[in-house]
């Protein structure tokens, strides 16, 4: 029999309703995470670097009757709030069947209510309790979970069933349906067999009495069904249900932004950052710019950013506190650009202009089509010259992301911004500084000859004691990711062509031999020399090695 919540006495009624929230995540690196009960934390990285696998270990780490180890969480410490003697949860959740015993709806098991409050003071999670709690939405289930509702299965659960029970959040999830995709999400609510979902133009209420009621549905009825949709829809339809239907505190989503255009998934970013329940913790695995974009934009103070940096058997977490994504976030260069989508590669290389970017891309391909070998998940990315490349790379770093910054030969004529993109990187100026001084020396010298030939011939015009000092802080530079131009400019790589840089690359490209053409040997090892640069500390010491 069920459970009559309308027949629970007064007193059981003080109960408070059990909860589950986590406290601390440990991660197989030691990094240790404390969140709140309404926090939102986003995993971020490459792809096969663990993101999907942290929402798995954090289902499995609640749910004690899995045995299987947990591959990137190592330990999960969580914080169990109220009673399994709450009868009004017991009357949400169970059923009694004709032995007395609960049976609980998702997981198909029957319990003595002795047990389930055992269970609960022991902080045990069995036999599929921890469902009650936590819920994975993976792309399979967002492709189904918005499918019409049989009324005859145990609706009240269902989260189309509390849609069709409360019309302002069927108009709110409407609203947000038709920002996404300019049609309107109507409950059917006329059916006698199951609760359908339509797309469409939505009929005016309005213009309805309730002797009218079967014409409004008949209009829903004859609209095209949600399931009957393509995937962006369906999927974007489920997280908008359980977004605003479901129970439970944990609530881990993989991918929200699969099947969706940018648009689409930065809009259902917002939502979700500006709708988070007070009591819900939100786990977030994506590889989308865009969705992570709208979060930000949402302003939530509870969103933490995670980059997984996979390091053969370990993922390296690098967390990126909410006060720290306030202030990047607040720079319009990081707002305004694709910077954000080098959290989703391996590697970004940041170049002055996207001509740069166009060239060594096109490099990077031919060196690795003529091996027969994938070209390394790397992006390239432009500043738009060297001023601003301080603000991405520091960016960058503090996101823990793998950084190269390529600027032309002539930042060593401008101590200002070499020192602040040194800086950048974590290069202890005074390493440089007495070798610059003879760079600059250098420059001066001859009322300045050489300093109006370094643009387009790099190193190479360099005299005295000005050619060893390069090297050494050369050497420096490109042990924390800075590679400078050697040859001045990438229209000095090939100064057979003498054009401006955008018809200098553009007859580049045209050639189709870039990885034979003898001209180009300096740029082929220029890059083959970036793309084996590796990362020693990512962030953690001192890119010098010194600390």
Not at 174 to 191: C, K, M, P, T
Not at 300 to 326: A, G
Request: charged share 25%; proline share 4%; hydrophobic share 35%.
């Amino acid at each position: 029999m069920s459970v009559n919540p309308e027949n629970i006495s007064t007193s059981a009624k003080d109960f408070q309703k059990p909860e589950v929230f986590i406290n601390t995540i440990t991660f197989n690196d030691s990094t240790t995470l404390t969140l709140d009960n309404n926090s939102i934390v986003v995993f971020t990285g490459a792809n096969n670097c663990g993101k999907s696998q942290a929402l798995k270990d954090i289902e499995q780490y609640l749910n004690e009757y899995n045995q299987t180890p947990a591959i990137v969480v190592r330990n999960i410490e969580c914080n169990y709030l109220g009673t399994f003697e709450d009868e009004m949860f017991l009357a949400e959740h169970f059923f009694v069947n004709k032995d007395g015993y609960y049976h609980l709806l998702e997981s198909g098991n029957d319990f003595h209510k002795d047990t389930l409050k055992g269970w609960w003071e022991e902080r045990t999670l069995n036999n599929g309790l921890h469902m009650l709690f936590v819920k994975l939405l993976n792309t399979e289930l967002r492709l189904t979970s918005s499918n019409a509702l049989n009324r005859s299965s145990q609706p009240e659960k269902h989260s189309i069933y509390k849609l069709n029970k409360n019309e302002s959040i069927a108009q709110k999830l409407s609203d947000y349906f038709r920002q996404a995709f300019g049609v309107d999400l109507i409950v059917n609510r006329n059916e006698m067999q199951t609760i359908p979902l339509h797309t469409g133009q939505a009929p005016d209420k309005t213009a309805y009495t309730i002797d009218r009621q079967d014409d409004y549905y008949k209009q829903v009825a004859a609209l095209p069904k949600l399931q009957e949709q393509g995937d962006g829809m369906r999927s974007f339809a489920s997280v908008l249900l359980d977004t605003f239907t479901s129970e439970h505190t944990i609530t881990l989503i993989d991918e929200p932004e699969a099947f969706l255009h940018p648009p689409q998934a930065r809009l259902l970013g917002r939502m979700l950052a500006k709708n988070n329940p007070n009591k819900r913790q939100l786990f977030i695995a994506t590889h989308s710019e865009d969705f992570l974009q709208g979060l930000l934009d949402a302003d939530n103070e509870k969103i933490t950013v995670i980059r997984i940096n996979r390091d053969n058997n370990i993922n390296r977490m690098s967390i990126l506190e909410n006060n720290e994504i306030k202030k990047l976030w607040g720079n319009p260069l990081l707002r305004y650009s694709n910077i954000l989508n080098g959290l989703f590669h391996e590697k970004i290389i940041v170049c002055e202009s996207d001509y740069d970017c166009l060239f060594y891309r096109a490099i990077l391909d031919a060196i690795f089509e003529s091996e027969g070998k994938t070209a390394p998940d790397i992006m390239f990315t432009h500043c738009g010259g060297k001023d601003r490349m301080k603000d991405v790379v520091a960016a960058l770093y503090a996101l823990n992301t793998p950084v190269i910054a390529i600027p032309d030969f002539d930042i060593f004529d401008d101590s200002a911004k070499l020192k602040n993109l040194a800086s950048a990187f974590g290069i202890e100026w005074s390493l440089i500084s007495n070798n610059l001084k003879k760079i600059l020396a250098c420059l001066n010298a001859d009322n300045g000859k050489i300093r109006n030939m370094i643009k387009k011939n790099g190193h190479t015009v360099l005299e005295g004691e000005a050619p060893s000092a390069y090297r050494d802080i050369n050497d420096i530079f490109r042990k924390t990711g800075l590679f400078v131009v050697p040859v001045g400019e990438i229209e000095s790589f090939d100064k057979t062509i003498n054009k401006d840089k955008k018809e200098w690359v553009y007859d580049i490209l045209k050639r189709g031999n870039l990885n034979t053409e003898p001209s180009l040997e300096t740029a082929r090892a220029f890059i083959k020399a970036v793309v084996e640069y590796k990362p020693r500390s990512l962030g953690k010491e001192s890119p010098t090695g010194n600390g």
